[in-house]
């Protein structure tokens, strides 16, 4: 019995220095404390691959111009996609997906009056629409009824109207136009506003042009 004891004893002792061993082992490969650093890697072959990644350095390609002719800091446009990027640039025609390219040239009012017309329908929610966003990026400039008196207007010399008979006289497709790619001191305003705002502001300018002419008519 005494001897069944003791052996059971040192089998017990010798497992508990194994697994001491093994996690003395194990330590310094796992992660550390903060969760961020993933420990020593023992088989670099399959960490760190060839192929260029996302915002990664190419080196294979850094010398091309470079070679201590720029400074190659954050306000080299050239960073990006340039030598040593890793950024491509796309091949020529490249478009976003779901972007239609705009084909009229800035001074194609002609194009644009004959191309374009107004998809969306008149309706409340639509004039609702129109009315905010024109609220937002167009009555600074050319006032809240259209009359070109918006409160920049001191600064500003001869904002015109969008309710002269001029651009009642203007197809939708011109509206749109300027809009989209500005005419002199009037910017595009492409980046700000989506082309579905666009045409809901031209269906409220519209409306805009209405009331004035029944105020002309009163
Ligand atoms: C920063 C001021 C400013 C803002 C904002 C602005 N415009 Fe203009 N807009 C002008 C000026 C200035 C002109 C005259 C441009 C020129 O000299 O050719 C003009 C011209 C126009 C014309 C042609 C008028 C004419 O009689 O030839 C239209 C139409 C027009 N803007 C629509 C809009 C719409 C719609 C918006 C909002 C999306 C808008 N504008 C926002 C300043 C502005």
Redesign the pocket.
């Known amino acids: 019995m005494m001897s069944n004891n003791r052996k059971h004893s040192v089998g017990r002792n010798s497992r508990a220095i194994l697994l001491g061993l093994a996690l003395a082992l194990l330590t310094p490969m796992g992660c550390n404390y903060a969760g961020n650093i993933s420990g020593l890697h023992w088989f670099l072959g399959m960490h760190d691959n060839h192929a260029v990644e996302g915002q990664e350095e190419d080196y294979t390609t850094w010398n091309n111009t470079y070679a201590g002719e720029y400074d190659r800091g954050m306000d080299s446009m050239d960073v990006f996609g340039g030598p040593g990027s890793s950024i491509r640039v796309p091949p020529e025609g490249t478009v976003p997906r779901e972007h239609e390219p705009y084909p009229y040239e800035a001074g194609d009012f002609a194009g644009a009056a004959a191309g374009l017309s107004n998809p969306l329908p008149r309706t409340q929610k639509i004039l609702e629409r129109g009315e905010k ?2 609220n937002i ?6 006032g809240n009824t259209g009359a070109g008196d ?1 409160p ?1 207007t001191p600064r ?1 010399a ?5 309710t ?1 008979d ?2 009642i006289g ?1 197809q939708d497709g ?2 749109f136009h ?2 989209t790619m500005g ?5 595009p ?1 492409a980046a ?2 989506v082309p579905e705002d ?1 045409w809901a ?2 269906h409220y ?1 519209r409306l805009l042009q209405k009331q004035k002419q029944q105020e002309g008519e009163e």
């Open positions: 966003m024109y990026y167009c009555a600074v400039c050319h918006g920049v500003l001869n904002v015109p109207a969008l002269s001029k651009i203007w011109e509206i300027i809009v005419r002199a001191r009037m910017k305003y700000q506003v666009r502001i031209i300018i």
